[in-house]
Structure formats: structure tokens, C-alpha cells
């Protein structure tokens, strides 16, 4: 304490040129600071000793100068030019703790105490696992707004009543695979020699997919690009790769660009921020509308859910395997099982989207998919209503 009191007194006289190294009521006013700030320090709210050191010693100058404002200068050795400290002390801009501060602080610890306790009861306590059903086509159950979101209302229908929750996961589920290859995401980000197309919607083969253009754009004067596929096989020649006339690229890098750009082939582009490619591809072919469907449910906390780029709340992801039409299968197991635990809440509706591997929101067009999921609950446990708070 008497080291850190020794650089003020050289601070103040720095900038003062008063010496109060000597002066006692000036360091009684410098361990009340000191104390004050060393409180914070064993109460945690600082926990770095050198920065409460300097916390001390900025406050005190700062403190000391002030009450020297307007007095004349002295020279070293010299206390009676800050004898206004012994006349007229005001303590007033000195945050030292009250009583009330005490008191206060007191009754803190004790309900962060009180809240460690019910945790410690809470997550000691029994548990059931509930499992329920939910699909796409509950009318009467569920809303979708935009399309592709679905708000299925879990209490009012009587489906489950979720009370207490402290984990959910999704064991089971089945998603049609009804995605065209062509789609509204994609269908007009590609250009033809700068000239925008519009593709027309559909589902295509590596073999097949050059039948897609259906017009271009009315500033373009030649026919339609020709298309070419090298099957995949040994050899140039047969690297599984289109051949066309002329440059294709994308529009921008949204979500249906990249898309449009993993059928084609094409090469990101960092200086023109597109996708590229001239008369033949970079990349194979690759006419697969989705390989894995993401399933979000926004009402499930983040730590209990997969992270992406596009998602926090992601619940599980669906590979697809089956053909158009089919039905692509999901089943929790070991590496998929999320056992993590979140504070209570209750669940009264959950809203499930299902995303594409770019963060677009797919869309079923009326096709039903079927959900089973499991949520954790707490037994013997009285309603917490709402998620408590950190």
C-alpha cells in the first residue's frame, strides 16, 4: 500500500508540484480509496490485482488534484498548501462503502446462494423422458407462415403438455424428398454470356439437364447454350464434367447461387465475387437437389442443439439417400444424441423449419414429413413457467 501511495505523491507533484508525501490526513483519504477499490478485488468484481493497483492510483491523483485546484504551488517537504484537507474535509466524492452497501451486498450473496441451491436441487431431481408425434398436415394444429416454417401448437391441441423441460432431441423422422433439381431458389441465377436465364423448374439427370433453359434474356441475340456431359470414367474425356458454349456464371453468391453452381460445376470467383466457369466446367456434375436436410426448432436453447453457419437451434441433420418422391429416414443413435442439459421451461409450441445445406428454408410443397421427438422433463417439480434467467 505504502509503494502505490508513493507513485501518487510523485504524480501529484508531477502535476501539481505539491508534496504530500508527508501530509497523514492524505494518506487516510488514500486508504479509504484503496480500500474501497481492494473490496472489488476480494469480492471478484476485479479480479486482477496489477489492474486494481492502477485503478487506485488513477482514482487518487485524479482525487488529490481536484482538491488542489487554484492553490499556489510549494516546494518538497511542504504540507500546509493542502491544509484544506484538515479544514473542510469533503468526503463526499469518496465512494467508500456504506453500511447500506454492505447490507446490500450481504443479501446478494445470499440469493446467488438460495439459486445455487435450487439449481443443485433442480438437476438432482427425478426425470421422465416424454416422447410425441408431430407431422406437416395437423391443419387444425399447426400454421405455416412463410412456407417451409411450421408453428405447431403443442398444448391447446392436446398434443403433450411440456412442463419443466431440461432437454429435447429428435429420435425419429421422416422428409420427403421433393426438392426439384431446378427450384425456386436457383431457377434464375445463372448468365449466359452476361445475359440472365430463366431455367425452368424441374428435376434433372447429369443427362438431361441442357433441356432446362427455357428463354433468356431479350438482349440476346444467339440460341441457347449447348450442352455436352462427359460420363464419368477413366480418361479426359470422361471426367463426369459439362462441356457448353460460350461463359456461364452466377448472378451473386446467395444461397440459390451456390446451388445453381454445384449443378454446373462452376468455380467461385474472388475477384468478381460470382461463380464461373467458360465452355467447360471446373467441378463434376452434381444434379442432387439436397444432400442433407437440417431441421431447426427456435424454441430449443442453443446449447442443446448442433451449430452451423446458418443455425443455432439445429435439432439433427437428415442425409438424403432416396430418389425423388422418397422418403428419407432419420433414427438418433449414439453419435447423434445430444445429452445436454438447459434450464427449465415449458413448451407450449415448437416452430420447425427444415434448411438445405446453403441456409435456404425448404419447402415441402404439401408433402408430409413426420417428426418424433424427446423431451426431458422434471418430476415433482412445480411449474417454473419461463426460462430462469443466468
Not at 105 to 113: H, W
Not at 156 to 183: G, Q
Not at 185 to 197: F, G, P, Q
Not at 223 to 249: C, Q, V
Request: charged share 25%; glycine share 4%; hydrophobic share 30%.
Amino acid at each position: 500500500m505504502n509503494e502505490t501511495f508513493n507513485l501518487i505523491c510523485q504524480d501529484v507533484y508531477k502535476l501539481k508540484q505539491i508534496d504530500i508525501s508527508r501530509n497523514e490526513e492524505c494518506f487516510k483519504m488514500y486508504k479509504k480509496i484503496a480500500n474501497k477499490h481492494l473490496d472489488k478485488y476480494k469480492k471478484r468484481e476485479n479480479n486482477d490485482l496489477e489492474s486494481c493497483k492502477r485503478d487506485i492510483r488513477e482514482y487518487s491523483v485524479k482525487y488529490f488534484c481536484k482538491k488542489l485546484h487554484g492553490k499556489p504551488p510549494g516546494k518538497i517537504g511542504e504540507t500546509k498548501e493542502y491544509s484544506s484537507i484538515n479544514q473542510n474535509k469533503d468526503e463526499s466524492t469518496i465512494p467508500v462503502p456504506t453500511e447500506r452497501d454492505l447490507i446490500d451486498l450481504k443479501q446478494q450473496q445470499t440469493l446467488l446462494e438460495k439459486k445455487t441451491q435450487i439449481y443443485r436441487k433442480i438437476f438432482s431431481s427425478d426425470t421422465r423422458k416424454i416422447l410425441f408425434s408431430v407431422n406437416t398436415l395437423q391443419r387444425d394444429s399447426i400454421s405455416v407462415d412463410p412456407k417451409g416454417t411450421y408453428t405447431i401448437d403443442l398444448q391447446s391441441k392436446n398434443i403433450v403438455d411440456l412442463k419443466n423441460v431440461i432437454s429435447f432431441n429428435l429420435v425419429k423422422a421422416l422428409v420427403p424428398n421433393v426438392r426439384y433439381t431446378i427450384n425456386d431458389s436457383n431457377y434464375n441465377k445463372l448468365l449466359h454470356d452476361s445475359v440472365a436465364l430463366t431455367l425452368k423448374k424441374g428435376v434433372y439427370t447429369v443427362q438431361n439437364i441442357g433441356t432446362c433453359f427455357q428463354s433468356l434474356g431479350p438482349k440476346h441475340s444467339s440460341a441457347s447454350p449447348t450442352f455436352s456431359y462427359n460420363s464419368n470414367g477413366l480418361g479426359a474425356e470422361k471426367d463426369g464434367k459439362f462441356s457448353w458454349s460460350g461463359e456461364l456464371k452466377t448472378s451473386d453468391t446467395s444461397a440459390g447461387s451456390k446451388s445453381i453452381a454445384r449443378i454446373f460445376g462452376l468455380k467461385y470467383n474472388s475477384t468478381s465475387k460470382i461463380y464461373t466457369s467458360t465452355t467447360t466446367a471446373a467441378f463434376q456434375a452434381d444434379t442432387r437437389a439436397n444432400h442433407f436436410f437440417d431441421i431447426e426448432v427456435a424454441e430449443i436453447p442453443s446449447i442443446a442443439c448442433y451449430q452451423t453457419e446458418h443455425s443455432k437451434n439445429i435439432v439433427a441433420r437428415i442425409n438424403v439417400n432416396s430418389p425423388f418422391g422418397g422418403l428419407d429416414e432419420y433414427t438418433v443413435s449414439d453419435g447423434t444424441y445430444i445429452d445436454e442439459k438447459f434450464q427449465p421451461q415449458r413448451l407450449n409450441k415448437i416452430t420447425i423449419r427444415i434448411l438445405d445445406e446453403f441456409g435456404d428454408v425448404i419447402d415441402l410443397s404439401g408433402v408430409e414429413s413426420y417428426f418424433t421427438f424427446e423431451a426431458v422433463v422434471l418430476k415433482n417439480v412445480p411449474d417454473l413457467g419461463i426460462v430462469l434467467e443466468n
